[in-house]
């Protein structure tokens, strides 16, 4: 069933993306309604983090059409994608390490504002004189994530569940108009789980635009409103959490393929 929205912030149109001849993603469509949390799942391998990157101008599609805000974006550079509002975590942590946990997420903002990830690792005088002020809000970044005590604790010290906290401060920061979560609970022990779903919950309050990519029904189910199936590069469903979890094409498609793999 298709579902329609007024106004969508995001329109992904007929997108497509080859690895070596084998289609990664194969014609790939749906909508991202604004201020909502919108689900992409599938087993692994099913296309998630191939569609997150041809988003954010990592991976350039083959063919389809990334619409955002009425703009068409397919194929834009991840710096120009970013200073259209659209901020990212990624599956496999990029932090960096020896950096303090402040500096880390001072990295958002430094991206956003108009600055170079360079001119952020080089502390350029320019960025030096807006510093304060993004400091500030850094902090207080830190803070609504949990981590205001440990801005100045170099980001390898921290536990694997704080360094995920640290990468969704830095995606949040610069305020964007949408957010691409790439599971962000993988790894992580159902305690760290159960805080990152409400950091999830507590950002859509705020009304937050954010796609989130995951493995974990159990977080999806808990904090999307809407939730699009991939298997195999192709949507098979999309639809409202509880349809969705009783879908029989995607309980055969997703969790068959999921307990094949556990
Ligand atoms: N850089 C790459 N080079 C070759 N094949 C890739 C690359 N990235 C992804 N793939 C392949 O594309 C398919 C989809 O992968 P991916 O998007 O990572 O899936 P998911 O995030 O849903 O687990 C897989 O078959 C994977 O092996
Ligand atoms: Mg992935």
Known sequence: ???????????????????????????????????????????????????????????????????????????????????????????????????????????????????????????????????RRLKLTALEALDSFGLGDKAGWPAGALSYGDKKRVEMARAFVSQPVLILLDEPVAGLNPEETAQIAALIRQMRVYGKTMLLVEHDMDLVMGVSDHVVVLDGGCRIAQGPPDEIQVNPLVLEAYLGRMSATA
């Open 1 to 131: 069933m298709e579902q329609r929205l007024a106004s969508p912030l995001l329109q992904i149109s007929g997108l497509t993306r080859h690895f070596g001849g084998l289609p990664a993603l194969d014609q790939v469509s749906f909508q991202v309604a604004e201020g909502r949390v919108t689900a992409l799942i599938g087993p692994n391998g099913a296309g998630k983090t191939t569609l997150i990157n041809c988003l954010s101008g990592v991976l350039e599609p083959d063919s389809g059409t990334i619409i955002f805000q009425d703009r068409d974006i397919t194929g834009l550079s991840p710096h120009q994608v970013a200073r259209l509002g659209i901020a990212r975590t990624f599956q496999n942590l990029r932090i960096f390490p020896r950096m303090s946990v402040l500096d880390n997420v001072l990295c958002g903002l430094t991206v956003q504002a108009g600055g170079s990830l360079l001119e952020a690792l080089l502390r350029t005088p320019g960025l030096r004189h807006r510093e």
